[in-house]
Each structure stands twice: as structure tokens, then as C-alpha cells.
């Protein structure tokens, strides 16, 4: 089945100790999304990709990056984890954007826990 | 600002019907979702309208007034597993997926 793959589904990590979470999709879509979402909060969207083009949201902090290094991968990268940064990361796929309604198709999720 | 407004909490009990109701104000529109997100777990889709009037898939149906900048999710025949936070997303002018913080729905025997 064609899917999205979150790894890995619990994440735990010491304050200031970089984690990298990643994501694969088999859906063959043209962007994916990185979202934090923090318990009875709606999704925040940190950034996504449209192929290769990749698009910041204004209000994420420096502390995320992220990486697309084909089609199928896309890595969130925290690099000094703070308290506030324990959430749900979600990563989503569409196959397209800005040409019509897309649905996204979300992953599982990787819940982090900072310690 | 854009704005999407939901009850943050409902409960209802199995086997009847409840209205989930969302208010929004959005920079253009392109498109209301409904997203079904079980504790835990990441959203799936329940449901797209971009067209006034009720889409009905199943237990769920989904209506949507532009007009008012107004829809509500419908469910049917409750059953346990429809507890859940049920998310409400707008497509604004820019294809930029705005979010509701979801109703937690609560079903009691």
C-alpha cells in the first residue's frame, strides 16, 4: 500500500541534543510537510516542499531545518532541543500544490520527549 | 487575521447523531477540510467541500455555506470508535492549509 513512513514513532532526547526525525513516502507526491503539533492544539505548520523548492513559515524557529535529498525522503532536524520543542512532528504528503485542492496524507507521527 | 473556530470539546452518546460545527474567516478560500485524528495519531481525511450544500460519504456527512463562512461535520449511528478530535481545515488563496485547534468528541455508552 502506498503510504507515509514516520521514523521512529517515539523519540526521546536530552535538552540541546540534536534529533533528526525522518520521513518516506511511497505516494510519489510532489510535496511534503513538516508540522508540530502540541496536545488539543491544531497542526503548525513548520515548512514544506514543493519538489526541490523548499518554503520556510515565517514564525519557525532557527532551531528546525530540513532536508529533501530525493523525491521519496525529508528529514526534520532540531538542532538544540528545548522543553518547548516537546510535541507531535507530523509529516504530510500532497501530490500537488497551487494548482487545486490537495488532500494531504499524513504520516504517523514521532512523538519527542525532551528531557 | 485568519481564523478557524471550533467547540473545543462535545459529547454525545453511541448510536446517536452529532453536529460538529466550524466558523471561518480566511484570506480567499479553496476548500474546506474535515480531518479525523484518533489519540495519538496523525489526522486522516474525512472529507473536502468546495461547493455550498451537504456531501454526504457514509455515518458522515460534511455542509458547507460559503456565504456565512460555515460548516459542520454530521455523524450518524455513533459508534465508540468515532471518539476522536475531529480538525476542520480551510485552503486559503494561497493553497496554505489553515488549521482549527479540533473538537474533541467524547461518546458515551
Known amino acids: 500500500d502506498a503510504m507515509v513512513i514516520q521514523n521512529p514513532r517515539y523519540q526521546v532526547t536530552q535538552f540541546g541534543k540534536p534529533v533528526t526525525l525522518s520521513c518516506s513516502q511511497t505516494?510519489?507526491?510532489?510535496?511534503m510537510y513538516w508540522y508540530q503539533q502540541k496536545s488539543s492544539q491544531a497542526p503548525k505548520l513548520l515548512f514544506h516542499y514543493y519538489d526541490k523548492d523548499f518554503n520556510n513559515e515565517a514564525d519557525t524557529p532557527d532551531n528546525f531545518q530540513s532536508r529533501r535529498p530525493n523525491t521519496s525522503f525529508c528529514f526534520l532536524d532540531i538542532r538544540s532541543p528545548g522543553l518547548g520543542d516537546a510535541a507531535m512532528y507530523l509529516c504530510?504528503?500532497?501530490?500537488?500544490?497551487?494548482?487545486?485542492?490537495?488532500?494531504?496524507?499524513f504520516g504517523p507521527g514521532t512523538r519527542l520527549t525532551v528531557l | 487575521g485568519q481564523n478557524i473556530d471550533q467547540p473545543t470539546e462535545m459529547t454525545a452518546t453511541e448510536g446517536a447523531i452529532v453536529q460538529i460545527n466550524c466558523t471561518y474567516q480566511t484570506s480567499g478560500f479553496n476548500g474546506l477540510f474535515w480531518y479525523q485524528q484518533h489519540a495519538g495519531e496523525a489526522p486522516t481525511f474525512l472529507s473536502y467541500?468546495?461547493l455550498d450544500g451537504l456531501e454526504e460519504k457514509g455515518r458522515f456527512s460534511s455542509f458547507l455555506s460559503r456565504s456565512k463562512g460555515y460548516s459542520y461535520l454530521l455523524l450518524k449511528e455513533l459508534q465508540m470508535k468515532d471518539s476522536a478530535s475531529y480538525l476542520c481545515a480551510v485552503l486559503d488563496s494561497n493553497y496554505q492549509l489553515i488549521w482549527g485547534a479540533g473538537t474533541k468528541l467524547i461518546i458515551k455508552p
Open positions: 504530510a504528503t500532497s501530490r500537488d500544490k497551487g494548482q487545486g485542492p490537495d488532500t494531504q496524507y
Open positions: 467541500n468546495v
Open positions: 505516494l510519489n507526491h510532489n510535496v
